[in-house]
């Protein structure tokens, strides 16, 4: 009995965890990574070295002003909508 437990238990926690991962993934009316990144290097940066899908939004790092920033993009439009130094 504890071992059917047990192999529900993981089973459960896989399929959770699968979900997860899935969210992390642009939605279908979400601008492409690529114009999103013109986007970005039009607003001032003049490098972008990470972009990804993250939380509901594009997320990633860059070079601006010769400084390493963070930034969260929208995933409609490839506006900026916040950007702070990277720690």
């Known amino acids: 009995m504890k071992r059917l437990a047990a192999t529900a238990l993981c089973g459960s926690l896989l ?22 990144k013109t986007k970005v290097l039009q607003s001032g940066y003049s490098q972008v070295t990470e972009l990804e899908a993250d939380d509901g939004r594009w ?13 969260h993009a929208d995933p409609k439009t490839g506006v900026i909508v916040s950007e702070k130094l990277d720690d």
């Open 59 to 71: 997320e990633g790092e860059g070079i601006k002003n010769g400084k390493r920033m963070e930034f």
């Open 15 to 36: 399929l959770g965890s699968s979900t997860v991962a899935r969210a992390d993934q642009p939605g279908p009316d979400w601008m492409p990574m690529e114009q999103v």
